[in-house]
């Protein structure tokens, strides 16, 4: 069948190509784990570029379109979660140990460049909103008080959501590793799932939940 104007331009044949073919599976979860994987990969792509708009926004002034931006984002962490959660629903923990036979050291999440890429450019969304703040002398504890400056509320807000949907992921990730090896076998990174519990509780923008914290106190 000739290749479709579609196809060309998805480069499908390339994208399938990484793919192991049926006779190459170890197991029956083998495709639902790599397939899973390799979509992550690009919805990571996609939150990266969301993150820059967001930050180049921040930066011009324009607040609105940053939130627009962070929300979009945010919602991408969500489709990743639900991703998590069909690997526990499909993946079967002795599939999953023959799995991790051919992956290899370091073959976790956490290794993924975009992964990373994303925690990084999210935490670098603080400094040039506490900017615009500063260009008002305002500071976010204040700002938490107000029942004015709406654009930079809604922004912050939606920081709030972005992390929100981050934490969810990572507790989605947690329980699926549980289902998979349990919580005293020694991961891919050499520990246990006490690492990832430590990592889940690592915030993206800790300013702003200690700024809330203040306000009660």
Not at 62 to 88: C, F, H, I, M, Y
Not at 117 to 125: P, R, W, Y
Not at 142 to 163: F, I, P, T, V
Request: proline share 3%; net charge negative; charged share 25%.
């Amino acid at each position: 069948m000739p290749e479709t104007a579609y196809e060309r331009y998805l480069h499908a044949d390339k994208i399938l190509s990484y793919q192991k073919k049926d006779d190459e599976l170890i197991c029956d979860g083998e495709r639902d784990f790599q397939g899973v994987q390799q979509e992550s990969e690009f919805i990571w792509t996609r939150i990266n570029l969301l993150l820059k708009k967001t930050s180049k926004k921040i930066m011009s002034g324009d607040p609105n379109g940053a939130t627009r931006s962070l929300e979009q984002a945010a919602a991408l962490w969500s489709s990743l979660t639900v991703k998590s959660e069909e690997l526990l629903w499909r993946l079967w923990p002795n599939d999953f140990l023959k799995i991790r036979t051919v992956i290899g050291a370091g073959g976790s999440t956490s290794d993924s460049p975009r992964y990373r890429q994303s925690e990084q450019l999210a935490k670098n969304i603080w400094g040039p909103f506490t900017d615009q703040l500063k260009k008002s002398s305002i500071t976010v504890s204040q700002l938490l008080k107000m029942e004015d400056h709406d654009e930079m509320r809604a922004l912050l807000k939606a920081m709030m959501w972005y992390d929100y949907r981050v934490q969810e992921f990572q507790i989605a990730h947690i329980y699926l590793v549980l289902g998979e090896i349990g919580d005293r076998t020694v991961g891919l990174k050499g520990g246990t799932t006490d690492y990832l519990i430590r990592r889940q509780s690592q915030y993206l923008f800790p300013e702003l939940w200690e700024s809330i914290n203040e306000l009660y106190q």
